[in-house]
């Protein structure tokens, strides 16, 4: 995924590159991957790195609330209403539905990309992405692990051996460090020109 930036001139773009997105996912919900997330954000970004999230959610989604000024003009017809405020600002985006691959790289497209070094995406587990999966040993089906390459890293409630590093879900100062080797390698990768996985997002340099 390219994300070019205007430069000064017309008509001139800025250099880009990759950044990296990095999924959390799971096999059935309620395993627990927002509440990874919320742990492990707060150890990365204490390292100095920006991070940007993307969620999946449920069809019917909505962030707006009928009678609302927005809502109204949505209702009548508008196809993004943005909402601006001194401190943050949202655009709601009407879109048909389309298949979660499709759906992530279409909206990927819409962060700024000059605020982010990784991108973390919670969800969408058959994106073709590097994922790490929350497991617990309560489900009834096998880990996602034991059938997805893209898995590269496990967090569980008791160990995996399924050959992707296993951290319990405790080990959040584990994971953190985890990430932050592979986010250092993906970009070392980057700069030597080696291969790199799909649906990488690319910033201004």
Known sequence: MVVTTAGDAPGECRVTREIPLLGICARNSGMGKTTLLTRLLPRLTAGGLRISVVKQTHAGFDLDRPGKDSHR????GAAQVLLSAPERWALLTEAPPRPDDERLLEVIAHLDAGLADLILVEGFREAPIPKIEVY?????SPPLAAGDGTIVAIASDAPIPLGAPCFHLDDIEGMACFVRQWLARENAGHHGHSPRRPAAMRRTA
């Open 73 to 76: 003009m949505r209702e009548a």
């Open 136 to 140: 617990r040993r309560d489900c009834k």
